[in-house]
């Protein structure tokens, strides 16, 4: 009997077949404006050449509108990058340092693995040099208007006393890059975690 329900259950039966549904296009909804699909050309050509083409694929490229002092970000768990569109106001040169600039960090990270990194060091330098721009700044020297944010959120490494201030808040278990370099081989170290301190009320920091 449990078999004859299911057969009834699942069956062909005598009931006319279901409309198959229309298959909707979802390359329609997410098409990104001549410019961009440009520059991910640009982005592309440029990471083949330096190697990796699988990060060439995933690649993307968008306009930031909400941006101000910065030219450019990149967000490498994303392989994400974003563009300030006043970089318009200096010129298609500009633009493409600052693409270079900002896909060398993807690219810096996507040759390291799992292995952390300096947001500006060697590896950082290496793929600035394979990507064409070799004597790359670290920051850009352009007139973007910026925002004075305070730090009021300050932090000391145990171990080497290093201090630093944040705008926000750090990650939960953040800990020194340098002393992570120096004695864990740039892997995480619990020992080098950041800990919470009050401000200086001089202004020593």
């Avoid at 640009?42 to 694929?57: D, F, I, K, M, Q």
């Avoid at 040759?111 to 790359?136: K, N, S, T």
Wanted: include cysteine; proline fraction near 7%.
């Amino acid at each position: 009997m449990q078999f004859d329900f299911l057969t009834r259950l699942f069956g062909k039966g005598d009931r006319p077949a279901s409309r198959a549904a229309k298959p909707v296009n979802f390359a329609l909804n997410v098409s990104a404006p001549p410019e961009e699909e440009s520059l991910l050309a640009r982005a592309r050509l440029l990471l083949n050449s330096a190697g990796a083409p699988v990060l060439a694929l995933r690649v993307r490229i968008e306009w930031n509108h909400r941006m101000r002092s910065t030219a450019g970000v990149a967000f490498p768990t994303r392989t994400l990058v974003r563009l300030n569109p006043r970089l318009h106001e200096f010129g298609e040169d500009e633009i493409d340092r600052t693409l270079r600039h900002e896909l060398a960090h993807l690219l810096a990270h996507e040759r390291a693995g799992r292995r952390r990194i300096a947001p500006h060091g060697p590896e950082w330098r290496l793929a600035c040099h394979d990507l064409g721009v070799p004597d790359e700044k670290r920051t850009h020297d352009l007139p973007l208007s910026r925002r004075v944010i305070a730090r009021r959120h300050h932090y000391r490494c145990p171990s080497c006393g290093i201090q630093i201030a944040r705008v926000k808040p750090l990650k939960r278990g953040s800990a020194c890059l340098q002393c992570c370099r120096a004695h864990s081989r740039g892997r995480y170290n619990a020992r080098f975690r950041f800990e919470r301190i009050e401000p200086d009320p001089a202004g020593g920091r």
